[in-house]
């Protein structure tokens, strides 16, 4: 099966032929807009997609192809933080609170959380914060088989501040100990921070690349599995982000 993770840097009604091109039986795409509120074309194209977002125009879309299906998976909860004193509110927070997840299981084999992780400078909890604060929520779904984590993170190792536990780093970690590991690194064996395959350009700028954008499979999927990561040429004037694209199975 063929999965695509994209951050399509919006308005995904008029780089449709962009997407089709990647083949995807399934396409996970951060900053489009809801198909229900756009053009006939669009919603043609979308058929039976799941969509989350906090405005029409930027949020997650999943696009089934290929006679695949997709159903939304139902995590709600909320988490406090234990053996504090202080009685904040900002010690307790739920799933409904956090910015942008979409958790959807396709043809009744794989759940998938996909990401678009928000913040602001604001948010102490902002972007990878935003996952930390999902992951202590939900430890025992994404600990289940076939679990897939797929999106825009907004984050890297060399962003990491050491009197955060919720940095990069650490979150990663609790992430590995629920058993799932970055498909890009365990394919390519390079270290946290120093990719040599960016996913992100600022401003589209080829002398700023950042690696941002990822995808989490458990031990018995990353042996299957293949990623390839799209061309800067080819894809840098249709978005900021590159797709990456990934492969699970014959």
Known sequence: MNFVTWNCNGGLRNKLKEAESLDADILIIQECEDPERSTQA????????????????????????????????????????????????????????????????INNHYNVLACWTKG????????????????????????????IIAGDLNSNKVWDKPDRWWNHTDTFNEI??????????????????????????????????????YVLLPQNLLDEAKLSIGEYNKWITVSDHLPLIFEIGS
């Open 42 to 105: 669009y919603r043609d194209w979308a058929g039976e997609y799941l969509w989350v977002g906090k405005n029409k125009n930027k949020g997650i879309g999943i696009f089934p192809k290929n006679g695949n299906e997709v159903t939304l998976l139902n995590w709600s909860g909320s988490y406090s933080i234990p053996g504090l004193i202080s009685s904040s509110a900002s010690t307790t927070w739920s799933t409904a609170e956090l910015q942008l997840f979409l958790p959807f299981r």
């Open 120 to 147: 602001s400078d604001s948010q102490a909890f902002g972007y990878i914060g935003q996952l930390w604060k999902y992951l202590q929520i939900h430890r025992t779904e994404l600990s289940a088989p076939n679990t």
């Open 176 to 213: 590995a100990n629920i058993g799932l590991q970055s498909l890009y690194h365990y394919q390519s064996r390079e270290i946290a921070g120093k990719e040599t395959q960016p996913t992100f350009f600022l401003h589209r700028k080829q002398h700023k690349p950042y690696h941002i954008d």
